[in-house]
């Protein structure tokens, strides 16, 4: 057993595989009294380190854990290295969910998806063993955890690994023995079973975005699912893939349809939004997709609520999220997205939009001229679309400078022109600060 551990940690990818799925083929007299080590070194395994991927190691170290737990059967009053228990249970689900979020790319493309396939495979077993066996070690937290998780997963980009969060969170939900539900503590199962009936449960192709992505946007009115959903959603909106894209912003779009008239469900989904944002700020993978999002909703007049009043505390911090995001940001996907974002918010009034319009004139004189162009092209679009932002006065001559000027050309140039906008915003000219004295 020793030396089966000790490969688990082998440089050689295959060599740790090979263990993992050995260790998860044990009986369970070899297990017992050192099912705790075993855990600890298959966790070992899962967890990501900075110098090795070992993608698959990962998957295979996952599913063997699940294997262990059906071989060493449940007791909640037992032993931890014996059985599962009150001892090890919150290990073991912390194990398995801290792997869902493994988003770990290489060459061959979004390699963790193997390793959050495989944890939602093993959450499943896991979860049903305990349901039928001995229920009260499920605790409500935890069966909270389990169900956002895969909420999330379902709403997320890759058709195959969407459709199998979705069968996982519809098998856990509907589950059922001669005593009732298998799995106790599920957040809103009455609307969950309203939502997603049990006859419908093998009619519907997860893997289409035209049928997924319609159900899962429901899970957005309940307020426990409504950030993992939104986490999700917002990789799935801001994507590449064209008919993904299509119908996962449709549905987005049909739910916040369906607010604009609840000020409190719009200012709770709005908080929720934010802090999306805030928990994966800088984090590529979720707030690239994100600032795309955030555009799509601007134009089409999701938070049109807020132009109603000066500063509306969205707004604000919105712009403080879209500033921190992209400051000294060389990325030019993310810095074009940010124009976008802040151009949709140009149509909210008071101090906020006095900061966007800055944060726009700062990005005239950005050292890439592409930035410089798309930014007066975008700037050119929004004084058209929102009346009001600039005076009737001024207009005529922002839109000429914007249009009639060469943004590509050398910065000592450019200047002078973003300077004149500055003037006619009523806006103060940046100051270029003065690079320290070297020695």
């Known amino acids: 057993m020793d030396a089966y551990l000790a490969e688990l940690q082998s440089p050689e990818e295959m060599t740790r595989c090979g263990f993992a799925m050995a260790l998860g083929a044990l009986p369970g007299f070899l297990l017992r009294g050192r099912l705790q080590q075993v855990l600890a070194g298959l966790r070992a395994v899962t967890l990501c380190s900075e110098d090795v991927s070992f993608a698959e190691s990962r998957r295979d170290a996952v599913k063997a854990i699940a294997r262990i737990c059906q071989t060493v059967g449940v007791r909640a009053e037992g032993t931890p290295d014996e059985v599962v228990c009150k001892g090890n249970v919150s290990q073991i689900y912390c194990t398995l969910l801290d792997c869902l979020r493994d988003y770990t790319t290489d060459s061959r493309g979004d390699v963790g998806a193997w390793v959050r396939e495989a944890a939602m495979t093993s959450l499943m077993d896991l979860t049903l063993l305990l349901g039928r066996d001995q229920p009260e070690l499920i605790e409500a937290p935890t069966c909270q955890r389990v169900m956002c998780c895969l909420a999330q997963q379902a709403s997320e980009k890759i058709d195959h690994f969407r459709a199998h969060a979705a069968h996982v969170f519809m098998t856990l939900l509907h589950a059922a023995g001669p005593a009732g539900p298998t799995v106790p503590h599920v957040p809103h199962r009455a ?38 959903v939104l986490l999700g959603l917002a990789v799935s909106v801001g994507g590449l893939t064209e008919s993904t894209v299509r119908h996962s912003t449709q549905s987005l779009f049909v739910h916040m349809k369906g607010i604009q008239n609840d000020r409190q469900a719009l200012e709770s989904f709005s908080g929720t939004l934010l802090q999306v944002f805030e928990d994966n700020l800088l984090n590529d993978r979720v707030s690239v997709p994100l600032l795309k999002m955030l555009d799509q909703m601007l134009a089409n007049g999701c938070f049109d609520v807020f132009t109603a009043e000066e500063d509306h505390p969205f707004c604000v911090k919105l712009l403080e999220l879209c500033k921190a995001e992209t400051s000294k940001s060389k990325d030019v996907q993310k810095l074009r997205s940010s124009i976008a974002v802040f151009c949709g918010m140009a149509q909210f009034p008071g101090g906020v939009r006095r900061k966007v319009l800055l944060q726009l004139l700062l990005l005239l004189c ?65 100051q270029l600060v003065p690079k320290p004295a070297v020695g």
């Not at 300077?419 to 009523?426: A, E, P, Q, S, Y």
Request: charged share 20%.
């Open 366 to 430: 950005h050292p890439f001229p592409v930035i410089r162009k798309t930014t007066a092209s975008q700037v050119y679009e929004m004084l058209l679309t929102y009346s009001g932002v600039v005076g009737a006065d001024v207009l005529d001559e922002v839109l000429a400078v914007l249009s009639d000027t060469a943004w590509d050309l050398e910065l000592l140039l450019v200047r002078g022109h973003r300077n004149r906008l500055c003037d006619l915003l009523g806006v103060p000219r940046p």
């Open 191 to 228: 609307e969950l079973e309203q939502l997603f009936p049990r006859s419908e449960a093998a009619s519907v192709n997860w893997t289409a975005p035209s049928q997924a992505f319609p159900r899962i946007t429901q899970l957005l009115g309940l307020p426990a699912y409504r950030y993992h």
